[in-house]
T-cell receptor
Framework: GQQLNQSPQSMFIQEGEDVSMNCTSS?????WLWYKQEPGEGPVLLIA?????ELTSNGRLTAQFGITRKDSFLNISASIPSDVGIYFC??????????FGAGTILRVKS | DSGVTQTPKHLITATGQRVTLRCSPR?????VYWYQQSLDQGLQFLIQ???????AKGNILERFSAQQFPDLHSELNLSSLELRDSALYFC??????????????FGEGSWLTVV
């Protein structure tokens, strides 16, 4: 089945640092989504990408849909303590099954 | 608040029992998705309904079943529960199916503990 490889698994960074995480797949996707999940909560959509090469920002967050359609990255600039959480990438082909990466755990030292 | 409502938020039950999880999608959304999240498996797609009809199936066990009602709310039924079924169960919804310009929004989840 479709698999997403998300890296890194976890990050422990200093407040103010930039963060970068990415997802790769052996399959082509038509949609890439990035979610953040905090303890006891459901995943919250951060950024949605629908076209190869698309670069989209949401505040301090920037995500790109890779040209090959097989990868995507998420950058967080100038991290703050409330950025703590698990970040998930998710991809879908036309249709309905959204496949999730294993998540990147982000911890921020203030 | 995503607009997706799930009940109950927490549930503790014994092995062998049956439970029903309920989901109300965002207003106007026709598609409902169910996901299971456990520590060792991550977020796993279970099943999707669109306007009352099953649309896609993922890693859903035979002991589990779901349905979507005419008012578009959905229920996930888990029967003959086993310890390994302990997990967070998420419902998500989208306007139609997942495609360009359309995405899915998650509820806060139902935490099931089987003892």
């Amino acid at each position: 089945g479709q698999q997403l490889n998300q890296s890194p698994q976890s990050m422990f960074i200093q407040e103010g640092e930039d963060v970068s995480m990415n997802c790769t797949s052996s399959s082509i996707f038509n949609t890439w989504l990035w979610y953040k999940q905090e303890p006891g909560e459901g995943p919250v959509l951060l950024i949605a990408l629908y076209k190869a090469g698309e670069l989209t920002s949401n505040g301090r967050l920037t995500a790109q849909f890779g040209i090959t359609r097989k990868d995507s990255f998420l950058n967080i600039s100038a991290s703050i303590p409330s950025d703590v959480g698990i970040y998930f990438c998710a991809g879908a082909r036309y249709g309905n099954k959204l496949v999730f990466g294993a998540g990147t755990i982000l911890r921020v030292k203030s | 608040d995503s607009g997706v409502t799930q009940t109950p938020k927490h549930l503790i039950t014994a092995t062998g029992q049956r439970v029903t999880l309920r989901c109300s999608p965002r207003s106007g959304d026709l598609s409902v998705y169910w996901y299971q999240q456990s520590l060792d498996q991550g977020l796993q797609f279970l099943i999707q309904y669109y306007n009352g009809e099953e649309r896609a199936k993922g890693n859903i066990l035979e002991r589990f079943s779901a349905q979507q009602f005419p008012d578009l709310h959905s229920e996930l039924n888990l029967s003959s529960l086993e310890l390994r079924d302990s997990a967070l169960y998420f419902c998500a919804s989208s306007a139609t199916s997942l495609h360009s310009g359309n995405t899915i929004y998650f509820g806060e989840g139902s935490w099931l503990t089987v003892v």
